[in-house]
């Protein structure tokens, strides 16, 4: 497959898509170019980006499906998984929190930890993104980076599927309420296909 995308200093764009497999070139024949090439590009000329394919929850909810699934030992309540989410890292020591606080402390944590926050504290070597220096993230503007960090994480949808081999069934039901109890997606990024979460 060979990719071509010209861009002009006033944004305007030309795409092709060659491939070998005629079906998958037409397929892709229309998709207008985006992702993280196309955001360096358009950043080498100053330009700005695409929004953020999502709202940072779906981000914290990325790292915190992660923590529950690699976790040393399994998970067997909320409470468990809830310990392993990154927002304790910023509560005090010996807080709590549960129940209906829960939502609210959540939410509260994906307001005030938005991308362009993040990308402030990257700058500042502050938060730390693979493969990116604090040099690199101010050069980013709030799009590209959100993408940049969205592309070196796991899928959304598998970390929801793999919930099962590390939580009891009790604990993963919760875990996915929450979710969609906080308005995270299905997948990290909207324009793909939504999946059907697992039957119980």
Not at 29 to 41: H, R, Y
């Amino acid at each position: 497959m060979h990719v071509v995308t010209l861009l002009s200093r006033s944004g305007e764009h030309a795409h092709r898509t060659r491939a070998d497999d005629e079906d998958l070139e037409e397929a892709l024949g229309g998709e207008a170019p985006s992702g993280e090439q196309v955001d360096l590009l358009r950043r080498a000329l100053g330009l700005p980006t695409d929004p953020p394919p999502c709202d940072p929850s779906t981000y914290w909810s990325i790292e915190w499906l992660s923590a529950i699934v690699g976790a040393e030992h399994p998970i067997d309540t909320l409470s468990d998984a809830v310990a392993l989410h990154p927002v304790t890292e910023l509560l005090r020591r010996g807080t709590s929190i549960g129940g209906a606080d829960l939502v609210d402390v959540l939410t509260a944590f994906h307001r005030v930890l938005t991308w362009v926050r993040m990308r402030e504290l990257a700058t500042l070597g502050r938060f730390s993104v693979p493969d990116l220096d604090p040099e690199d993230a101010a050069w980013l503007d709030e799009g590209s980076f959100a993408r940049f960090v969205l592309n070196r994480c796991p899928p959304l949808h598998l970390l929801k599927r793999r919930l099962d081999a590390q939580c009891s069934p009790e604990a993963a039901d919760d875990v996915l309420d929450l979710l969609d109890d906080l308005g995270v997606p299905d997948t990290s990024w909207p324009d793909l296909v939504r999946r059907p979460r697992p039957a119980a």
